[in-house]
């Protein structure tokens, strides 16, 4: 099925350009409702920027795994992960960036970037949150720390999520914590899911160039 056009644009792949993750649905979603969103953030092919001045994480789990998608071309991509999970989390001053480079029209590159729990007193607020972590920088606390638990064992309730299970090693390493304390977080990520994502004091902007959260 092809695009719509409109005035010679073709919309849908306007969208798919210039929004390129799935944030911007979200977010728009979140400050109509004012409340709370189930929430999946994906960038095709691309990985994205995460900072925070401090996340604290309930029933931390982490293990290895493998992201999956498809790239802007309509390929298939997998990229190694380490997924980090939480049974509720909390963040404080959480900023996001997507870059999209090479944009047509002589547009050059667009960052898409969000801002959310700026005030300490409204932090964002998760549940059911799973991060696909490429590479992850912080200053971490963990509170009853279990380390390397097999990842695929229901005996050790490393909180697989429902549905991923095929993409663990049943044999591969994890750990898990009961609390997981992380500040000055400097995140890459291929993927973000959550039962529920509630972005207090939400701002989001399209900026011309490259300006990512770090």
Wanted: glycine share 10%.
């Amino acid at each position: 099925m092809s695009s719509q056009v409109r005035g010679g644009t073709r919309w849908k792949r306007f969208a798919l350009v210039m929004v390129p993750s799935v944030v911007a649905t979200a977010a728009v979603g979140v400050g109509l409702a004012q409340g709370a969103l189930a929430a999946s953030f994906s960038v095709s092919g691309q990985s994205f920027k995460v900072s925070a001045d401090q996340l604290v994480g309930q029933d931390f789990v982490q293990y290895g795994s493998v992201a999956t998608g498809k790239d802007l071309n309509g390929k298939s991509a997998a990229h190694a992960v380490a997924v980090s999970g939480f049974s509720s989390a909390t963040i404080n001053n959480m900023c996001q960036s997507v870059v999209t480079p090479n944009l047509p029209f002589g547009l050059g590159s667009v960052t898409l970037q969000l801002h959310a729990g700026t005030d300490t007193k409204k932090p964002v607020e998760a549940t059911n949150l799973y991060l696909d972590v490429a590479s992850l920088d912080a200053d971490a606390t963990f509170k009853n720390i279990d380390i390397g638990v097999a990842a695929g064992d229901p005996s050790n309730k490393t909180g697989i999520e429902h549905g991923t299970e095929k993409a663990v090693n049943p044999n591969g390493f994890a750990q898990r914590a009961d609390e997981a304390k992380l500040e000055h977080v400097k995140q890459t990520a291929w993927a973000t899911t959550a039962g529920t994502f509630k972005l207090s004091n939400l701002s989001l902007r399209l900026k011309s160039g490259v300006k990512e959260c770090y």
